[in-house]
């Protein structure tokens, strides 16, 4: 037994702590049957492994490079962006169904035995710190270094593809106020006209639309509560700045979005 190079998810689901018995079993259910479709789109020809480590309203997600393949230093942005992919639409589920979430992405050794519910190690470390210390917005945080890998790597893809360059958003963005890097989940929807969100089918519209009421909402009934308004406050901002992105794209199906790396 050692470490193995993966790349960690810490997600944590916002909001208050008092919720009942089926909402806190509905946010578990989302990690297990996101990961379970990821698990049966690609059973056959992924490279990868993964595995959820969920409690409470949180998770570790964790990908690792299979051992025959774990030499291979080509692979390693390949499986970073399809991971960051699969999780835009994780996220983008729990936008769906009224929560916003806050995370760390981190790159480097990790342990993990689904089986003896066991995960550790320096990148476990490294993700749950840019959660719970770094992260002020509802942003799933990516590690310095490994965000500058991942822009300079999409900027590669999309000059070699034209599919992928007709999808112009970006899968990492800038925060421009904590200058901190985060997981631009709402790319799933950017370019399409619409997409499976768990158990429902929503338009980018129908999302922006009820994800905007729900912030509002949210600000209205806790005018006193300056963290949970600024919170709010910045979800309407990248709500409206991806809507600016979405509106300037061409439609492209997310599946051949996929296609992209030849997965």
Not at 137 to 159: G, Q, S, T, W
Not at 207 to 228: G, T
Request: charged share 25%.
């Amino acid at each position: 037994m050692n470490y193995r190079k993966g790349l960690v998810y810490f997600i944590d689901v916002l909001g208050t702590k008092d919720r009942d018995f089926d909402t806190n079993l509905s946010i578990v259910k989302v990690f297990r049957n996101e990961m379970n479709g990821v698990q049966k789109r690609h059973r056959n020809t992924s490279v990868v492994d993964r595995c959820v480590f969920s409690f409470s309203d949180c998770a570790y997600i964790v990908y690792a490079l299979k051992d025959e393949y774990c030499n291979n230093p080509n692979m390693k942005l390949e499986f970073i962006y399809q991971s960051l992919y699969n999780t835009t639409q994780t996220i983008a589920t729990f936008l769906s169904q009224g929560f916003l979430c806050r995370g760390g992405i981190a790159y480097g050794d990790v342990f993990f035995d689904l089986n003896d519910n066991i995960i550790f190690g320096p990148a476990v470390n490294c993700a749950y710190h840019l959660e719970s210390k770094v992260a002020i917005y509802p942003n799933i945080i990516i590690e310095e270094n490994l965000a500058k890998e991942i822009i300079e790597f999409d900027k590669i893809v999309k000059l070699a593809n034209p599919l992928a360059e007709m999808h112009n958003g970006n899968i990492a963005l800038i925060n421009d106020k904590t200058k901190q890097y985060y997981l631009n989940y709402l790319i799933y929807l950017c370019g399409v006209s619409c997409a499976g969100l768990g158990a429902k089918s929503y338009s980018f519209e129908n999302l922006y639309e009820e994800a905007i009421k729900m912030s509002e909402d949210q600000i209205f009934a806790n005018l006193k509560n300056e963290r949970v308004v600024e919170k709010h406050q910045w979800q309407i901002s990248y709500l409206n700045h991806i809507k600016s992105i979405r509106d300037s794209e061409t439609e492209i199906d997310p599946m051949d979005f996929l296609k992209i790396l030849g997965k």
